[in-house]
């Protein structure tokens, strides 16, 4: 059990370009999320799924799109990459259990843009 | 909006001791949960506790417990017996538990807790 899984662990790109990041996970849940992690911030949601073919936008959204094609696989697309994007980026997943639900992070992305 | 504010940008403690990590959050529900989690120099994001607001009873794990002030929108976390695994980046994250489909996670900005032997 792998639990959540993030490609890749550290990118670098020059601004315009563009890329996915792809996060998986083995565990069944029905939600996956992705948030960014600036310097001297806490995480902040970009775009959220609560099932396969669904998305849904978060607290930071632009510049980014998101496809659920797949329960297990949720990707995180740049289309035009800008130096503001770089950052950290975490995947999560979770479980809803009753109103219990508790997410589970991957190990992040760190991407540089030049 | 809710907000999460994590007053203590860093602390230290000393090895074998306690130590408590600050949090409050601003919310006008009802009905929320509190998380901490352990950020440590390898970036993965750790569950260390969680707690319902409509349990009055403190959430514990081990060493880790929490004292949730919900009339004064508290939530610090206490770590007893300090060990040296346990410096990391701590944060406070709040969830409405609105039963549809906001699931969205609240983050402080984080507490770096240094562990000194």
């Known amino acids: 059990n792998a639990g959540v899984t993030q490609t890749p662990k550290f990118r670098v790109l020059k601004t315009g370009q563009s890329m996915t990041l792809l996060c998986a996970q083995d565990?069944?849940?029905?939600?996956m999320y992705w948030y960014r992690q600036d310097p001297g911030m806490g995480l902040r949601l970009i775009h959220y799924s609560v099932g396969e073919g669904t998305t849904a936008k978060g607290e930071v959204p632009d510049g980014y799109n998101v496809s659920r094609l797949k329960k297990q696989n949720f990707l995180l697309g740049l289309e035009s990459a800008a130096p503001s994007q770089t950052s950290v980026y975490f995947c999560?997943?979770?479980?809803?259990?009753?109103?219990?639900?508790?997410?589970?992070f991957g190990p992040g992305t760190r991407l540089l843009v030049l | 909006a809710q907000t999460v504010t994590q007053s203590q940008p860093e602390m230290s403690v000393q090895e074998a001791e306690t130590v408590t990590l600050s949090c409050t959050y601003d919310t006008s529900e009802s009905d929320y949960y509190l998380f901490w989690y352990k950020q440590p120099p390898s970036r993965q994001m750790i569950l260390v506790i969680r707690q319902e607001a409509y349990k009055q009873q403190n959430a514990t794990e081990n060493r880790f417990s929490v004292n949730f002030q919900k009339a004064a929108k508290s939530f610090s976390l206490k770590i007893s017996d300090s060990q040296l695994g346990d410096a990391a980046m701590y944060f406070c994250?709040?969830?409405?538990?609105?039963?549809?489909?906001?699931?969205?996670?609240?983050f402080g900005k984080g507490t770096l807790l240094t562990v000194n032997p």
């Open positions: 994250a709040y969830r409405f538990n609105s039963g549809g489909s906001n699931y969205k996670l609240t």
């Open positions: 999560a997943s979770s479980y809803k259990r009753g109103y219990q639900e508790t997410q589970y």
């Open positions: 565990m069944n849940h029905e939600y």
